[in-house]
Nanobody, 124 residues
Framework: QVQLVESGGGLVQAGGSLRLSCAAS????????MGWFRQAPGKEREFVAA????????YYADSVKGRFTISRDNAKNTVYLQMNSLKPGDTAVYYC?????????????????WGQGTQVTVSS
C-alpha cells in the first residue's frame, strides 16, 4: 500500500521558515515526479512546486518562486519543501503528491498519490 506522509507543518511568524517533509512508502518514487500543493480555507487546491523524476528539474508557482525550494532524497524516498520568508498568505494545508510519470506537471489530476496534508499557519 502506497503512503505519503507529510510532516513539519506548524505555526510561524511572518518572515520565518519551515521545512516540510514527505516520506513515501509502499513503492519507490525515485523515477517519479513529486509535487507540493496547498489549500487554504474556502479555496481550491493550488500548485506550489514540483520536482522531476528524471533530471531533478524543478518548477514553482510564481507566488513562491525565490522563497520556496523543493528537493528530494531518493535514498530516503523523501521529498522536501523548504519555505523561507513566509507570509500570512502562505497559510494553508500543504499536500505532498506523487505521479507515476517522470515529468513535472502543475495539474492536480496528473498526480496519482496524495498525502493527508500538514497545516502551515503564518501569523502577521
Amino acid at each position: 500500500q502506497v503512503q505519503l506522509v507529510e510532516s513539519g507543518g506548524g505555526l510561524v511568524q511572518a518572515g520565518g521558515s519551515l521545512r516540510l517533509s514527505c516520506a513515501a512508502s509502499g513503492r519507490t518514487f525515485s523515477n517519479s515526479a513529486m509535487g507540493w500543493f496547498r489549500q487554504a480555507p474556502g479555496k481550491e487546491r493550488e500548485f506550489v512546486a514540483a520536482i522531476s523524476g528524471s533530471d531533478g528539474g524543478t518548477y514553482y508557482a510564481d507566488s513562491v518562486k525565490g522563497r520556496f525550494t523543493i528537493s528530494r532524497d531518493n535514498a530516503k524516498n523523501t521529498v522536501y519543501l523548504q519555505m523561507n520568508s513566509l507570509k500570512p498568505g502562505d497559510t494553508a494545508v500543504y499536500y505532498c503528491a506523487a505521479r507515476l510519470g517522470l515529468f513535472i506537471t502543475s495539474r492536480t489530476h496528473d498526480y496519482d498519490y496524495w498525502g493527508q496534508g500538514t497545516q502551515v499557519t503564518v501569523s502577521s
